[in-house]
């Protein structure tokens, strides 16, 4: 059987649906491959696709009036982007391109409303997805609005660590690499602000910044300064290896 079945039936919106579903589903797919930096989609394309990652990572984006790159999301592998195809078409408003070296199941969005139709835990579940993204992108508006780039700074750092985080006996490695520059996109600051404020909390011996990646020494004060309710995947004691996975952290 085709590994595109396997992927489908992975991907949390359609573990539920029948075999010959998902066979009807990846008949009418298609796969692409994009290399590091190529561009998904553009704004103002039409809109009639959803796009589920099988291999690498996605980053969605949009273009600030000083020409900056505003980060709104990293997609990763079994997760779908494009969703607003679901809702009848209309045109993009974002910029998707790879971070990584990317593999992409193109779904049309008509078999996505056709499957909603049919099947009530796929209408639940893309009803979800939508108001997840949604609810993401109110919660960075208010930071945005009524934080300081610090408390940006360090609430962007847990939520990549209970994503991406893996227990070393020095603290919580967030597993991905992200250059001053992102990390500056992602809260609306810039790479001058973003590399000062890590050398100041490496000083304060609450992180350690090694390669382009972070760990963090000190978790739960990380939390409490900013009122950062942290999931029992980040409270989880190291196993007696010193390591732990956390859920989602790359192998």
Sequence with gaps: MDKNFWYLKNCDLFERLSQDQIADVERHSSVRQFG?????????????SVFLVLTGRIKLYHITGEGKQALLALIEPGELFGELA??????REEYAEAMLKSTILRIPGQVIQDLMEQHAGVSLGVTKLM???RQRVEQRLKSLLFRSNRDRLTHLLLDLAEKYGRFTPQGVLINIKLSHQELASIIGSTRETVTVLLGEMQDERTIDVQKRQIILRKAQHLAHSIDFKLTPALLTKPDQSGEHLLRGAEA
Aim: negative net charge; hydrophobic residues 25%.
């Design 36 to 48: 590091r930096g190529n561009l998904v989609y553009l704004p103002t394309e039409s809109s009639d």
């Design 131 to 133: 108001g997840l993204r």
């Design 86 to 91: 679901i809702l009848g078409g209309g045109e």
